[in-house]
């Protein structure tokens, strides 16, 4: 599933929200200048949200990172299995 749709569900939020929300923290905003000053293209989301919404989008992107490295790695060393890899595909943590 798509990070930004997990975030929405997470969150309770609308998909549109969360877009725009993390394009603006990816193009360098700061969360309190995204709270303050863009409320309007983020729906007036608080910058306690955004700061929880920045968290969690960092944790799972940082899986996912770790997932293509774990699976490239059993790749290389000839190991890998369906089983492992719906395995790895499924892990939360």
Known sequence: ????KMLAQEFSLRQEQVDNTVALLDEGM????????????????DD????????RLTYLR????????????ITEQEKMTDEI????????T
């Open 1 to 4: 599933m798509e990070i930004n």
């Open 30 to 45: 700061t969360i309190p200048f995204v709270a303050r000053y863009r409320k309007e293209v983020t729906g007036s989301l």
């Open 48 to 55: 306690q949200v955004i700061r929880e919404l920045f968290d």
């Open 62 to 73: 940082n899986l996912e990172k770790r997932k293509e490295e774990v699976t490239n790695a």
């Open 85 to 92: 890899a719906a395995a790895i595909e499924k892990a939360v």
